[in-house]
């Protein structure tokens, strides 16, 4: 029999915890990297490839983590990441060497991706109970985390060293854990109460099935792959086309990422009001089709307070498509679809600053940054072509 009815509420609280705990966490870290380059003494390169552990780590994990999911439950999942995330981030500041300081990060992007795949799982299984669009004020929590982090650790860049300031981390992140986690342990997992069957049948039904629904999963990953592309190259290249395409300030410049994310917060904030009154397929080819008109304006106009306010609209284009994306997949899939999705879209995230760097040196910068657009695009098209086999709205 089943058990009784979680206190759905606080689950959802719990999960909220641990979205905004990941943002905060990872954006200190984030805004440590010169610091920590000066510290290692490397070079920009040498950098770049330390930097490559976060990529690994968590990319490898992802699809791990959905079978530890499935075996274990999503709940013990979360807190365990959760604690090696916190332990992690205090060791870059210990290395001395970019050989080392990337061995610290493959730990700690690991620690990253399993708790990503975890609690996106939770979520996607509490919407599925609640039977509201709700993912998106989870990825909200994590926007939010995000600039709390980017700016408290702006404020303390100049007083704390990197080794204190992320110890710190490592503190605050473990009593959130402490606390977060003793709530989301105590909560039954939310059960959806239709789960697909994937038993084979003899007449081999269900696995048709399940091979249409691994398509499908893939297709919600590359929709998270087109967008999150465009979060990468934002954040890597936004601020260097302000500068040096439109003679910014290094201020105005640094603004340009941080209209974008504001706005990708607001856009997450009103998402569940937007899903709700739109539905899935129609947010998610509203939202594309913003965030190609933004970056148009974004990347093309020869005004730096026109690119901003481009930046701007394709933040809130932007805000709620992967989360959509990975509840789909999630609700397709169970962990196995949010892992295959999140590592589709965290691939895209790893793809577009590189991809934007070729196309600058062959053609623009300006030009590259054409590309999140024709991916947002690509996106919109994708939705609207399986809008049909896709679940209901």
Partial sequence: MPGPRPDLTRLRIALTAFF????????????????IKEQTGASASALGLALLGVSAGAVVTMTLTGRLVRRYGSHPVTVVCAVLLCLSIALPPLTRSALALGAVLLVFGSAYGGINVAFNSAAV????????????????????????????????????SPTRHLLALTVTG?????????????????????????????????????????????????IAL?????????????????????????????????????????????????????????????????AVAGMLIGSLAPSLWAALFGFA????????????????????????????????GYGGMLLGPPAIGFMADWFSLSAALVSVAALAAVAVLVAVATRRAAVPD
């Avoid at 709700?134 to 100049?158: D, K, N």
């Avoid at 592309?229 to 300030?249: K, N």
Wanted: net charge positive; hydrophobic share 45%; charged share 15%.
């Fill in 313 to 344: 609209i394709t933040g809130l284009g932007l805000a709620n498509i992967f989360p959509v994306a990975v509840e789909r997949a999630g609700a397709l899939g169970g962990p196995s679809g949010v892992a295959t999705a999140s590592t589709l």
């Fill in 174 to 222: 473990l009593l959130v854990t402490l606390f977060a986690g003793r709530a989301l342990l105590r909560c039954e997992p939310a059960a959806p109460p239709d789960r697909t069957d994937r038993t084979p049948g003899k007449d081999g039904a269900p696995h048709r099935r399940d091979r249409r629904t691994r398509r499908l999963v893939i297709t919600f990953g590359l």
């Fill in 20 to 35: 905004a705990l990941d943002g905060f966490v990872f954006a200190g870290w984030v805004v440590r990297i010169p610091a």
């Fill in 226 to 290: 087109c967008t999150a592309y465009g979060e990468g190259a934002m954040a890597d290249w936004g601020a260097l086309h302000l500068e040096q395409d439109l003679d910014a300030s290094p201020g105005l410049a640094a603004a340009g990422y941080s209209c974008f994310a504001l706005a990708m917060t607001v856009g997450r904030l009103t998402g569940t009001t937007l899903l709700e009154r739109l539905g899935r397929t129609a947010t998610v080819v509203a939202g594309g089709t913003t």
């Fill in 125 to 160: 299984d509490l919407v599925a109970v609640l039977e509201r669009p709700i993912m998106p004020s989870f990825h909200a929590a994590f926007s939010l985390g995000g600039m709390v982090g980017a700016g408290l650790g702006g404020l303390v860049a100049g007083v704390l």
